[in-house]
């Protein structure tokens, strides 16, 4: 059997971000490893599509949505409460929705503010707390929280969302060393650019990333994340070349940044 495969149909994954990226990409392995799905997502069209394809490809198991917009104040409690009232025991948990957002502090409307913090945060953590409860209770289950590469990377135009994915990367290594305890285990997924619409870029442009090997696809960012959980590792950086390349994000000299500012300014949006 392979790392975290069950019996089909007998343990459920719960994946929010579902419908596209490494959302579905997550969701599409676990299916695989034999994980009943309830996918999660703002988007009920492209989430209707996603649970589709997921399901004709993975009939032994079953795929249940859950439209709803985790950047709301009381998502997650709302989320919590509608699984609890269907009956479902989740064993799998994976935070993966996200918003990214490439501007100045003071360009940017307070509402993304408030969101970006909320889905990456509140939402997020609230989710591990009353997930985790169950989990805990149970003494088994595995937590995965989407971090970002960026988190070192306090560069101008990503102070709000490197800074709410430091944060969730910080609370997950402590949560996961609280949940050592009971026999769960949480880990905090720190990719560098993957081949996503997450940040804006064209097909074209995903490829040719793809192609130079500055970006990953989906598929291999979901592969090593669930690895990593499998294994109870606190935190993961897909790809050795992007665990190198931290000591330079966090010393670059304030003169390379200014001239990178100029360069990406124009980028802002």
Not at 209 to 215: E, H, S
Request: charged share 20%; glycine share 8%; net charge positive.
């Amino acid at each position: 059997m392979q790392r975290g495969e069950v019996a089909p149909g007998t343990k459920t994954a719960l994946v929010t971000g579902a419908s596209s990226g490494i959302g579905y990409a997550i969701a599409d392995r676990l299916a695989g490893l034999g994980y009943n799905i309830i996918a999660v997502s703002e988007n009920a069209v492209q989430l209707a599509e996603a649970a589709e394809k997921l399901q004709q490809a993975h009939q032994a198991v079953k795929v249940t949505v859950h439209q709803a917009d985790l950047a709301e104040s009381d998502a997650a409690e709302r989320l919590f409460e509608w699984s609890c009232g269907e009956g479902f025991e989740v064993d799998v948990l994976i935070n993966d929705a996200g918003m990214f957002s490439f501007l100045d502090v003071l360009d940017t409307p307070v509402e993304r503010i408030r969101r970006i913090l909320l889905l990456h945060d509140m939402t997020t953590i609230m989710l591990c707390r009353l997930f985790g409860e169950r989990m805990a209770a149970r003494g088994e289950g595995h937590i995965l929280n989407m971090s970002s590469y960026s988190l070192w990377m306090p560069f101008p135009g990503l102070a709000l969302y490197s800074a709410s994915k430091a944060c969730l990367r910080s609370f997950s290594i402590a949560f996961a060393k609280e949940m050592r305890e009971h026999g769960v285990k949480v880990t905090a997924l720190c990719p560098a650019g993957v081949s996503t619409d997450l940040y804006g870029l064209s097909k074209s442009l995903q490829k040719l990333g793809l192609r130079l090997g500055v970006l990953i696809s989906p598929e291999s960012c979901a592969r090593r994340g669930l690895k990593a959980m499998w294994r109870g590792r606190k935190s993961s950086v897909p790809g050795w070349w992007n665990r190198l390349g931290i000591p330079f994000c966090l010393y670059m000299p304030g003169w390379m940044t200014r001239i990178l500012r100029r360069y990406t300014k124009r980028f802002q949006r």
